[in-house]
Nanobody
Framework: VQLQASGGGLVQPGGSLRLSCVLSGDTLASYAIGWFRQAPGKEREGVSCLSRTAVNRYYSDSVKGRFTISRDDAKNTFYLEMNGLKPEDTAVYYC??????????????????WGRGTQVTVSS
């Protein structure tokens, strides 16, 4: 399985970005998926996840109401729509498979099930 994230970039505060993650080598419908981020000097933060049938959806408190996760199993692709971006959203964003519950998101422990990360910088 390989995951490839894209869509990061530099955006001004209040702006929007849409991250995409393509899964290859298997069928996306078999996996719960999500995003986590890592900022310099900070702990890894689980941002959002979506279960296999989209029954369970999780957002961290820091992004709730601003970010939206979605999936298109026909395209083997999932997304993170980020609106109202803030400087504190600056981080490398990783897509991953894992376990998704309404109150928690646990990325797969095997880094082979993570994408390589895409940089998001929010700055004026």
């Amino acid at each position: 399985v390989q995951l490839q994230a894209s869509g990061g970039g530099l955006v001004q505060p209040g702006g929007s970005l849409r991250l995409s993650c393509v899964l290859s080598g298997d069928t996306l419908a078999s996996y719960a998926i999500g995003w986590f981020r890592q900022a310099p000097g900070k702990e890894r933060e689980g941002v959002s996840c979506l279960s296999r049938t989209a029954v369970n959806r999780y957002y961290s408190d820091s992004v709730k109401g601003r970010f939206t996760i979605s999936r298109d199993d026909a395209k083997n692709t999932f997304y993170l729509e980020m609106n109202g971006l803030k400087p504190e959203d600056t981080a490398v964003y990783y897509c991953a498979t894992g376990m998704c519950a309404p109150s928690t998101w646990v990325p797969a422990p095997d880094a082979n099930f993570w994408g390589r990360g895409t940089q998001v910088t929010v700055s004026s």
